[in-house]
């Protein structure tokens, strides 16, 4: 693989990082022609960065709380991503809204991936386990992941690819997280390789496809 070609993506997670380990494991193979430049977290400490540290992962804590202005925070995010080269910004879990300049400068180049079929169990509020009890509570026999493009909002962005699961008879929301979980680890991967290689665009809000995984 030649060094130049690789991809710099920027993580922006919350919490645990599952995916994130997912998506090196799959750089680390050299699967996925890219490199991580740094992780981003509005929180302090999230498990993510230990990960990313014991991988030599730059981690920045970054909270629209930390500046004056919806304009500095903006600004300062922008700087960031710029910092590090970042081509393609990767939301792994990451709850807050990317600031509008930020979604405009890296239109088409940010991706969010979402434990439900979207446009269902989305939105503001639908975040880890509030998800899979939303999708028993509503008693649907099939649920899955989506991966998207991400826009001004909570989960309304193009969508790239979505694959379904089975609800099960029993299932809790830990047991539907899980099954979902497994999906989410296998496809995050795939479709971040797509990108990478130049096969997914965003065109005047669509999602183009120059070749399917
Ligand atoms: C995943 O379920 C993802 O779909 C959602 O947040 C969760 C993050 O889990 N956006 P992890 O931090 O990657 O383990």
């Known amino acids: ?50 990960i990313a540290t014991a991988a030599g992962i730059p981690t920045h804590w970054l909270n629209r709380k930390q500046f004056a202005t919806p304009e500095a925070y903006a600004d300062f995010f922008l700087d960031l991503l710029k910092h590090y080269h970042t081509d393609l910004v990767v939301l792994a879990g990451y709850l807050k809204l990317i600031p509008a300049p930020v979604v ?10 979402h434990p439900a079929l979207l446009p269902n169990f989305g939105g503001q509020g639908y975040y880890g386990l509030k998800v899979h009890e939303a999708v028993l509570a509503a008693g649907v ?13 909570y989960d309304t962005g193009a969508i790239i690819h979505q694959e379904k699961v089975p609800v099960l008879t029993g299932d809790t929301p830990e047991s539907l997280a899980a099954r979902v979980l497994t999906v989410e680890h296998r496809i995050y991967p795939q479709i971040i390789k797509a990108w990478c290689e130049g096969q997914i665009q965003l065109i ?3 999602v183009v496809w120059h070749k399917t995984i």
């Open 104 to 113: 405009r400068q890296f239109a088409g180049a940010i991706l969010n991936i």
């Open 1 to 50: 693989m030649k060094e130049s070609k690789l991809k710099n993506i920027a993580v922006l997670a919350s919490g645990r990082g599952s995916n994130f380990q997912a998506i090196l494991t799959k750089i680390e193979e050299q699967v996925i022609p890219a490199r991580i430049v740094c992780v981003i977290s509005d929180n302090p400490q999230p498990p993510v960065f230990q």
């Open 204 to 206: 005047d809000r669509k």
């Open 141 to 153: 026999r099939v649920t899955g992941v989506t991966i998207h493009f991400v826009d001004e909002h």
